[in-house]
């Protein structure tokens, strides 16, 4: 590496981060100025506690994910209740009940109306901004609760199903990218997990609700469906607080408004300088436009180095359909009942509390442990899991064996833990793994993928439960062993790192395995800047001596 701190002395200190530090070379790439924050030297708890208003920003962002998680919920579970199917069933057969091709409608929908979203979102985010995507959003989850509240008829239920998957696909698609834009890159993996908390706590408190409504109130399915308008309203009072991403605006060139988010997330942050930090920002654009010399479109997702990295997302996104979700947690009170489970949906339940036990655990380690090992351990898991599940097909467990049964339930929330990660996985990947200038143009194709293959498991998984009951896990088992070898060959380790850093590693063509230990251009670079106008930490101990002495303390 050249001598960074040398030519850094040799400007003005107060024009580091504004101006160019210098020139920084790693095994022949070169990196220009300052693309890495100072701030990244501090420890994971400091960061948190520096930065609570960006946590609380991105708490307020994942507000609508209530709404997913109590959606995919309520799709499994409401369907076993007796009002339900006496609302929408038939019976001309002479025993009520509903439609098999109507019931795998409803759930494709969700992921059709994701598709209806992913036509335009990167168009209207990008032009747009975030922040308007998010009343996108709203509109489209107001709209479907709507129908699901007043609706008399499959068809309307259907229409309710749409409108609220292309809600959910607008947040997939723009809350993650959001969050990643304004998260510090020490605990980024973290913030983004946030929105599973969200969702886990929406789908709990739909299988209490379903639960209960099924003991108590079972003709009354529409109390579940009227508590879904409480989190639809705290997003709209929540989403009208939240600023701008500032990398949004330093797209489209206008500084002033950039700066002016930047302050509204960051103002009061000791020892934060405004200008370095949207230097960086707009140093790592600037680069990205010159490697690809053209305006940014949905093509160049699938050109160059890009395409490694799309294929990398969609991966994980094809991975979350294939490892067993429709069978598992999509139907999982059907998949319960086949099971022989006398309370089917005490067995949702408690599922859904292993989901948010993942989710809880995974946030906390994440930005710690990183994600590349933890990742692809999951996966190895659930594929001897899946198997595992087909092979209880010979124990009796659908036959009234009550050992076996328990012991697949057991089974399944260790698959659920181990999938919850995976799934988790996919939103953290999909927001930082994309470069700044395509993430909400990547984005819409990866979802695309996963919504397209959460129609095909949709239709696929209640005929072949039913004719193979749980010998199909092995079905599913069978399509993640490649995926998990693939993972194992291609997941790079993404913790602590900056968008210009994973630039810099896909650029000079890093083998995934070897990410974690490879030091970057632009990391020396930062610590080159930390020599000279001084860390974080310093900075802060300063400020904090300058207020003591105007105060007159020692």
Known sequence: ??????????????????????????????????????????????????????????????????????????????????????????????????????VSTWSALLNVGQIVTFTHISWFADKYGRKTSFYLAWAWLVVGCTFLNTAKSPSVWALGKLCNGAGIGVLQVTCQVYVMEISPNRIRGGMVTLQSIWSNIGGIICAVMMQQLNKKHADDYLLAMRIIWVPVGLMIVFWAFVPESPWFHARHGNKEKAMKAMKQLYGGVDGYDFEEEYGIIERTIAHERDVLAETPSVVHVFKGLNLKRTLTVMV?????????????????????????????????????????????????????????????????????????????????????????????????????????????????FSAELPSALLRVKTGPVTFFTNSVMGIATCYATPPMLLALDLKTGFVYGAFSVPICVILWLYLPETKGRSAAEIDELYERKIPAWRWSKTATAAEGQMHAVVEVKGGVKFAQTSIHHQKANKAGEP
């Not at 609570?52 to 995919?72: I, N």
């Not at 949702?348 to 442990?369: E, F, M, P, Q, R």
């Open 316 to 428: 994980l996104a094809v991975t979350q359909q294939l490892c067993g979700l429709a069978i598992i947690s999509t139907y999982s009170t059907y998949f319960f009942s086949l099971a022989g489970l006398d309370d089917p949906f005490l067995g949702s339940v408690i599922l859904s509390c292993c989901n948010l036990l993942a989710v809880l655990l995974w946030a906390g380690s994440v930005d710690k442990l990183g994600r590349r090992t933890i990742i692809n351990t999951c996966q190895t898991a659930t594929c001897g899991i899946l198997f595992i599940v087909g092979g209880l097909h010979w124990s009796g467990a659908t036959t009234g064996n009550a050992s076996a049964g328990t012991a697949l339930l057991v089974i399944c929330c260790f698959w659920t833990f181990f999938f919850t990660i995976i799934a988790m996985s996919y939103y953290v």
């Open 1 to 102: 590496m050249t001598t960074l701190v040398e030519k850094a002395e040799a400007l003005h200190l107060d024009g580091i981060g504004a101006d160019l530090v210098g020139v920084a070379e790693v095994d022949g790439y070169e990196s220009y100025g300052l693309v890495k924050s100072r701030f990244d030297e501090l420890s994971i708890p400091r960061t948190v506690w520096v930065f609570k208003r960006v946590l609380l920003v991105t708490l307020a962002v994942y507000t609508g994910y209530v709404c997913e998680g109590f959606e995919l919920g309520a799709g499994g579970a409401i369907i076993a209740n007796a009002g339900f199917i006496k609302q929408f069933g038939d019976g001309s057969t002479g025993v009520r009940a509903l439609d098999a091709t109507w």
